[in-house]
């Protein structure tokens, strides 16, 4: 079945660095979406991708889709202590409704 | 926007005893909702699809006896974890489409169980 791996797995920042999270995708997507989800809470929708190589920009946050649609990108400029959380990027598949969330990447930041 | 919730927040339960989950959409229809179980520090799972009017599809590995799930009307969709037991114990997360393009899932704040 489709896996979805995220890397790293967690992210120790000192606030003001950059943040990048990487979402490969064992198989072609035909989207992929991006969640936030803060400690204890539930997930968040933060964007929709779905052109090969489509960028999309939301504030300090850039989101990527790969040529192949196969991997993604989120990267986060200058980070600030309200970005703590886990990112996961969820991809699904053609001729389905069902999403396969990634493995997450927890974003810590050191004030 | 689109709000999901879900009853009861909380449920801590003793072995053998079953544990009903609801998940409603408040102000818009879903005639699909998916239940996710989530482990600590872990990412979401999916388990099954809920349909309106229709049985569940649910995903592989899960068994359907023990996670019933009924989508009795369009805003409401029901997990009932049957004969729980420790292990079952989790976070357990309804989410449902929206509309429109960008097919944003919104999730319900999920329940935590736990299972003694």
């Known amino acids: 079945g489709q896996q979805v791996m995220q890397i790293p797995q967690y992210q120790h920042v000192q606030e003001g660095e950059d943040f990048t999270t990487y979402c490969n995708s064992s198989t072609t997507l035909s989207n992929i979406q991006w969640y936030k989800q803060r400690p204890g809470g539930h997930p968040v929708f933060l964007i929709q991708?779905?052109?090969?190589?489509e960028v999309k920009k939301q504030k300090r946050l850039t989101f990527q889709f790969g040529e192949a649609k196969k991997n993604s990108s989120l990267h986060i400029t200058a980070t600030q202590t309200t970005d703590v959380g886990t990112y996961f990027c969820a991809g699904r598949g053609f001729g389905n409704e069902k999403l396969t969330f990634g493995t997450g990447t927890r974003l810590t930041i050191i004030p | 926007g689109a709000v999901v919730s879900q009853h009861p927040s909380w449920v801590i339960c003793k072995s053998g005893t079953s544990v009903k989950i609801e998940c409603r959409s408040l102000?818009?229809?879903?005639?699909?909702m998916f239940w996710y179980r989530q482990f600590p520090k872990q990412s979401l799972m999916l388990m099954a699809t809920s349909n309106e009017g229709s049985k569940a599809t649910y995903e592989q590995g899960v068994e359907k006896d023990k996670f019933l799930i009924n989508h009795a009307s369009l805003t409401l969709s029901t997990l009932t974890v049957t004969s729980a037991h420790p292990e079952d114990s989790s976070f357990y997360i309804c989410?449902?489409?929206?509309?429109?393009?960008?097919?944003?899932?919104?999730f319900g704040p999920g329940t935590r169980l736990l299972v003694l």
């Open positions: 991708l779905v052109k090969s190589g």
């Open positions: 989410s449902a489409p929206g509309t429109g393009n960008q097919e944003t899932q919104y």
């Open positions: 102000d818009f229809q879903a005639t699909t």
